[in-house]
């Protein structure tokens, strides 16, 4: 049997309308694939080590964040620079540059922040055996919840899409994800543009202001050309990308950058 047309005017098919004892099921199934590894982790190594730290904040990042990559890149970006110092700024910009330009979802980062995490606190193991253990972690507890919103949710989306309510505050929650991707936006141009930030803190404001002596002039002047590429001349982004790649070998090459 089959359900109502869904949002492609295709008929929706049994096994995704909306079932109680499906739901259950899927969550029966999918919660504790999440996060029993997550309670045995914490359980045998403690809530301070990196490992229990990683499949935490993980975890947490995939429940509270919303947008898609760009949206958990400004929060992960941040926590993991500065509450936990897994990393530099600097070296996030590099593991995005790395996601942005190799084959796979832009999300993958993450298992780059989780191979450093471990990979400098390593303990016992060996740091290349501790930092391939983080990144698998960070992997699993990233996606795992996923799909289980996904399996859980998904047959319900048919039936709450003529809910007013629900769409009003989708349509806030969009509205909220386009200012926080503006702010992973500015946190990178920063950090990419200016070698040195100076924290300011103080009226319910938390940010890294430039050090506008620190200003990386051939990192400007490569994001400057990049934007006049794309939006002034029309020029392609595989292009844009290729030209400022090869600029940017050349003058590291050339000693004028490090």
Not at 38 to 55: D, E, Y
Not at 90 to 117: K, N, R, S, Y
Request: charged share 10%.
């Amino acid at each position: 049997p089959q359900a109502a047309d869904s949002l492609l005017g295709e008929a929706t098919p049994d096994h995704a309308t909306p079932s109680a004892a499906r739901f259950v099921t899927t969550v029966a199934v999918w919660l504790p694939l999440w996060l029993a590894p997550v309670a045995l982790v914490v359980a045998t190594l403690g809530g301070a080590n990196v490992f229990s730290q990683i499949a935490i904040f993980f975890s947490k990042m995939a429940m509270v964040t919303f947008g898609g990559a760009y949206a958990a890149l400004a929060y992960v970006a941040q926590q993991a620079v500065e509450r936990f110092h897994w990393l530099s700024a600097h070296e996030m910009l590099d593991g995005l540059g790395m996601a942005e330009t190799t084959p796979g979802p832009l999300i993958m980062v993450l298992q780059f922040v989780g191979f450093l995490a471990a990979f400098r606190d390593s303990g016992a193991l060996a740091p290349l055996a501790a930092g391939a253990l983080g990144g698998l972690l960070a992997t699993w507890v990233t996606f795992a919840p996923c799909f289980l919103w996904i399996f859980a949710g998904g047959p319900f989306i048919e039936r709450l899409r003529d809910n007013t309510a629900l769409s009003g505050a989708l349509s806030a929650i969009t509205a909220a994800v386009v200012g926080v991707i503006l702010n992973l936006t500015i946190w990178f141009a920063v950090h990419a543009i200016f070698r040195q930030t100076t924290p300011v803190r103080g009226f319910g404001l938390q940010f890294d202001a430039p050090v506008l002596a620190s200003v990386d002039a051939w990192a400007l002047a490569l994001a400057i050309a990049a934007a006049l590429a794309v939006f002034r001349f029309k020029i392609g982004m595989v292009a844009t990308l290729a030209g400022a790649a090869a600029a940017g070998v050349a003058l590291r090459l050339a000693g004028w950058i490090a």
